[in-house]
């Protein structure tokens, strides 16, 4: 079954651990990615596509503001990002899009903060439980005060900013695909659903979205590598026939060309070696790729330690922040409270 | 005595041969279902651990410091309230029109009751799409400030908006049984009253309305118990937003049992919810029974 990070941690004592005597084949998995799908040291779950997100550019619209010298690895400090936003709104285009739900601004988002504590999962998860004991407090840590100092940016220059909330996600991918604003906080999955749209651009890319001034900070140069959802096998309802025709199932979708052609079709990026190499994928995508082969990205393994309602909750309080609602400490405290209400 | 014995034994045959389906039905889906509910909020049972031990009240105990379930139970309470009252004078209103042999008649009636027969997923969804776009153009080119932002992000003006959809869904529904109730008023009770040379408003409080008290209980317990379960709505056309301050009560109810996985909980916020509204529903059917008139 195809589940989310959070449920195999949930479910873990009902899943089959997965080895390298049985599955041979998760030897072609790229490295890290086998590591993410671990739990309690048991590989129970394995991915079937690598996405990632950050801020969105329209690379017609930025052409026609920048011309064609635009370096996007040039936008690695808060202040280079502010420069670069306000600049196109200078020439007449809304700057960027934040969609107003609690899952981009909640799940995304606030995630970073946590995320970029460290490189290692251990660091956001570290930090994550000295949430919910008390012993940290998150107005005190500079990377979610950076971060938020950012989000005021990207909420003065918000295409959405008369009416943030609506969250209407086919309206703002639209929008986005029109050229209406130059960049979108999203993911590469946005483009799964612009390939119904007609007479929209084509060419996308990634930029970091930094939180902070010194360059060199982990996060202000690199975007966000998730691995979203996980294949599981259940072993508590099921036979050991069963359970190793399910391992046969996923040696095929997941190394031989046919099984694989399915994802490529639905322009997932998948991370085993042997895919095939002629895969062209959208810009989206391969934007997310070529910050991956470089090494600049944001291991946001913490995420899926996250269960439960902590997206709606913290992304109800982070939509109350975009919209005016709250200041800046009543936001902390309500994360603060959520994290220390977790059993 | 034979005779009797056989008599009741055919009366409990042709009890069983009409009820007998029925109950059947209600007591596999609605009865067993129900106690096994209440069994499990005694117990701390999880689908994902699949054990269960004996935790008694410990449960229930929790229902009562979850502050955001009573903040639900209140707002759930305010739009029943309104939603209730709003739905019965709109519906007794286009009623009181519709049988007054008013020139296509049968045709109105008909177009009333239509948003009935959209189901509430549907329906949200298409008043969303009105309210985030087709209202704010009309605010905008008129100018009206409170029209220019989508009423559905603004956390009083959604209450508001999820009350005027309620309405425009049941309003038809009701109006039907309120036009039954209207054309069974016999004919000459109001040949009567007018002969006594009582006036249309008169007629309307003296001898309509306590005629029709009987669909008076029906149309209010059907809005309060529907609206204090409203679910399909609620998803469909804020799912909570703005940030929660739209979660009524079944949303708390369904988040907390299956986005937190708090299931005995959850469970137990269920059970409280029934009680409310079995308490309510059963008190208002009670009260508004004094005042069945004979004809």
Redesign the interface.
């Given at each position: 079954m195809n589940v989310d990070p959070a449920n195999v941690i949930?479910?873990q004592?009902?899943l089959l651990e997965l080895t390298m005597e049985t599955a041979p084949w998760l030897a072609q998995a790229n490295d890290g990615v086998i590591d993410a799908g671990t739990f309690g040291g048991k590989i129970l779950g394995v991915p079937f596509s690598v996405q990632g997100y950050g801020l969105l550019y329209n690379k017609r619209v930025i052409n026609e503001v920048f011309g064609d010298t635009f370096d996007p690895a040039t936008i690695n400090t808060q202040d280079a990002l502010k420069t670069f936003l306000e600049t196109i709104e200078a020439a007449g285009i809304p700057a960027t899009l934040l969609h107003?739900a609690?899952w981009s601004m909640g799940g995304h988002y606030l995630t970073l903060s946590y995320a970029v504590q460290g490189p290692a999962t251990s660091d956001g998860t570290g930090y994550i439980d000295s949430l919910k004991a008390g012993t940290a407090k998150i107005e005190d840590s500079a990377i979610f005060q950076g971060y938020m100092d950012t989000l005021d940016i990207l909420i003065q220059h918000n295409y959405n900013k008369?009416?943030?909330?609506?969250?209407?996600y086919n309206a703002d991918v639209q929008a986005f695909a029109q050229g209406k604003c130059a960049t979108f906080f999203m993911g590469d999955w946005a483009w799964t659903s612009m390939t119904a749209l007609e007479n929209i651009d084509t060419e996308y890319g990634f930029i970091p979205v930094p939180w902070s001034n010194d360059p060199a900070a982990y996060g202000n140069s690199q975007v966000v590598m998730v691995l979203p959802k996980f294949n599981a096998i259940d072993k508590s309802q099921n036979t050991p026939e069963q359970q190793q025709a399910a391992i046969d199932v996923l040696e095929w979708m997941l190394t031989q060309p046919e099984g694989q052609q399915f994802f490529l079709d639905a322009g997932f990026s998948m991370p085993y070696k042997n895919v095939r190499s002629d895969v062209k994928y959208n810009t989206m995508t391969q934007s997310i790729a070529d910050y991956a082969s470089q090494g600049k990205t944001i291991n946001l393994g913490c995420f899926s330690y996250i269960?439960?309602?902590a997206w709606?909750?913290t992304?109800?309080?982070m939509?109350?922040y975009v919209?005016g609602?709250i200041d800046r400490q009543q936001l902390a405290d309500g994360i603060n409270a959520y994290w220390q209400g977790i059993q | 005595m034979m005779k009797q014995s056989k008599k009741s034994i055919r009366n409990a045959g042709a009890f069983a041969a009409f009820m007998g389906p029925s109950l059947i039905a209600f007591t596999c889906v609605l009865l067993i279902p129900f106690l096994y509910g209440v069994y499990l909020t005694f117990t701390n049972y999880s689908p994902i651990t699949r054990t269960s031990d004996f935790v008694g009240l410990a449960n229930f105990a929790g229902v009562f410091s979850d502050k955001p379930f009573i903040e639900s139970m209140t707002k759930t309470l305010g739009y029943v309230f309104y939603s209730a009252l709003f739905c019965n004078v709109v519906a007794f209103f286009l009623a009181y029109l519709l049988t007054s042999n008013v020139k296509a008649q049968g045709f109105f009636r008909a177009g009333f009751f239509t948003p009935n027969l959209i189901g509430g997923i549907v329906l949200g969804y298409i008043w969303k799409f009105i309210f985030a776009n087709v209202v704010t153009q009309v605010g905008k080119s008129l100018q009206i400030e409170q029209l220019s932002t989508s009423m559905l992000t603004n956390p009083d003006k959604a209450i508001f908006a999820m009350i005027l959809v309620t309405v425009w869904q049941y309003a038809g529904y009701l109006m039907m049984i309120y036009v039954a109730g209207f054309v069974g008023i016999p004919k000459d009770i109001q040949e009567a009253a007018d002969l006594d040379g009582a006036t249309g408003l008169r007629k309307l409080f003296r001898v309509t309305i306590p005629l029709m008290v009987p669909s008076f209980i029906i149309c209010f317990f059907i809005t309060i118990s529907r609206g204090f379960m409203a679910y399909d709505l609620n998803l469909a056309l804020t799912n909570g937003a703005p940030y929660g301050a739209t979660r009524l009560a079944s949303m708390h109810i369904y988040q907390k049992a299956f986005q937190a996985s708090q299931y005995g909980l959850g469970q137990a916020e269920a059970i409280v919810l029934f009680i409310v509204v079995a308490i309510v529903a059963v008190s208002q059917v009670l009260l508004t029974k004094r005042f069945e008139v004979e004809a």
């Open positions: 949930e479910y004592d009902n107003g609690n008369a009416d943030p909330l609506v969250g209407d269960t439960g309602d709606t909750q992304g109800n309080l939509l109350q919209s609602a | -």
